[in-house]
């Protein structure tokens, strides 16, 4: 069985920022990619940014040059630094991870966003 537990998130004002982080545990052996999606009410869920085994990074559009994936202390952790923070990033941020485990994709229980004034 795999876990993917998220940390971070929580309430800011637009041009702030904040820190999600990501772990997975279990019967993994290999990581192939680690993603963040989120979801705003009445919206798809969508992409964010992706980490993938060779470092190789993703970005959607809308997150671009403000938001940045990194791996974190170790190789089962990722990072979602998010800078100059909208109103339109608020949603429940998700982490997904694709792996060699049971089941191949995980996801974690997301924790919330919220960036308002």
């Known amino acids: 069985q795999v876990q993917v537990v998220e940390s971070g998130g929580g309430l800011a004002q637009p041009g702030e920022s904040l820190r999600l982080s990501c772990g997975a545990s279990g019967s993994i052996f290999i990581i192939y990619v680690m993603s963040w999606y989120r979801q705003a009410p009445g919206k798809q869920r969508e992409l964010v940014a992706s980490?993938?085994?060779?470092?190789?990074?993703n970005y959607a559009d809308s997150v671009k040059g403000r938001f940045t994936i990194s791996r974190g202390n170790a190789n089962n952790r990722v990072d979602l630094q998010m800078n100059s923070l909208k109103p339109e990033d608020t949603a429940v941020y998700y982490c997904?991870?694709?792996?060699?485990?049971?089941?191949?994709?995980?996801w974690g229980q997301g924790t919330q966003v919220t960036v308002s004034s």
């Open positions: 980490f993938t085994r060779d470092g190789s990074t």
């Open positions: 997904n991870v694709r792996h060699s485990g049971p089941g191949s994709v995980t």
